[in-house]
């Protein structure tokens, strides 16, 4: 039996198409701070939404499948890596504001340009150890800054997503 709450019966597909929904509720905020509010993604920023779209894709893709238990904990790892690809980077992205600006490095080009001429590896290692302009923090919600929120969504959705592919039971299929 499933549990109900709020008269809704709480089933791993429900957890799981609620993940991908609160994902992209996310990057809907993240593409109306770009085009509405004018602010433009820093490199550091493009890679936090790389992590929440990947999550977002792992909880759609587990909405959609409704696997059995077995199949329901490898999708639990995946979020679980996908969720922790996009706390790390977030957490990178808080210390880096928290320096001193001038003190690291710059990047070198944005995203875009760097990923059209280098590999993706030596891209991933130029934002992670550079940075310059992801240290200005140019938006705040209740004095936490856009990769705060991040962090706090994106390690809530990974709590949320193993804990509903561990825990629940699978849906009852529907029958057509």
């Known amino acids: 039996m499933l549990p109900v709450v709020a ?10 198409v609620l993940g991908a929904a609160a994902c992209a509720a996310m990057m809907g905020f993240a593409l109306f701070a770009q085009f509405g509010l004018h602010l433009q993604p820093c490199n550091m920023c493009i890679l936090q939404r790389i992590a929440v779209i990947a999550l977002g894709l792992v909880f759609l893709a587990a909405a959609a499948q409704n696997p059995a238990a077995s199949g329901a904990r490898v999708y639990a790892l995946l979020i679980a890596v996908a969720a922790a690809a996009g706390v790390a980077v977030a957490m990178r992205h808080i210390w880096m504001s928290m320096q001193p600006l001038g003190s690291l490095p710059s990047c070198g080009a944005d995203f875009y340009t760097m990923i059209d001429m280098l590999p993706v590896t030596t891209v991933v290692s130029k934002i992670w150890n550079g940075g310059g302009e992801c240290q200005i923090v140019q938006w705040r919600l209740l004095g936490l800054s856009m990769q705060s929120w991040v962090l706090i969504g994106a390690g809530g959705l990974g709590l949320l997503g193993v804990a509903g592919n561990l825990a629940l039971e699978r849906s009852a299929p529907t029958r057509g």
């Open 7 to 16: 008269g809704v019966a709480v089933s791993r597909r429900f957890v799981n």
